[in-house]
């Protein structure tokens, strides 16, 4: 039973530093479409996959480390990206985010 514990251990492991890796690979080529990207809706789209890879990263962390407390902070940074998408796409439609009429 500890073999079977201990192989268990080594994959997940393997499987933790394995996404990891590609989470920051994909990081880095967002970070390169935001910089480099064509037109400000391509840029709204990798703000959004950024900040889906990182709560994946978060939630990786929390595999790593045993915890549970982390969980909040996946679920904060899941509102707050919903909020800030709906605000990226509503200046990019109009050109303001909050409307304001003083009539």
């Given amino acids: ?6 192989i268990t251990g080594t994959i997940l492991e393997i499987v933790t530093k394995v996404c990891v890796i590609g989470i ?5 080529l967002l970070l390169y ?5 064509p037109t400000n ?7 959004d996959a950024i900040g889906i ?6 939630a990786l962390v ?6 549970t407390m982390l969980n909040d902070v996946i679920l904060l ?6 909020i800030g998408t709906i605000a990226i796409a509503k ?9 304001r009429n003083l009539d």
């Fill in 33 to 37: 479409r935001i910089i480099d990207g």
């Fill in 62 to 67: 929390a595999i790593i480390i045993s915890t």
């Fill in 91 to 99: 200046y990019l439609e109009k050109g303001v985010i909050i409307d």
């Fill in 24 to 28: 920051s690979i994909s990081l880095l």
């Fill in 77 to 82: 940074i899941g509102i707050l990206l919903f």
């Fill in 41 to 47: 809706a391509d840029r709204a789209v990798a703000l």
């Fill in 1 to 6: 039973m500890t073999e079977l514990l201990s």
């Fill in 53 to 58: 890879n990182l709560m994946g990263l978060a």
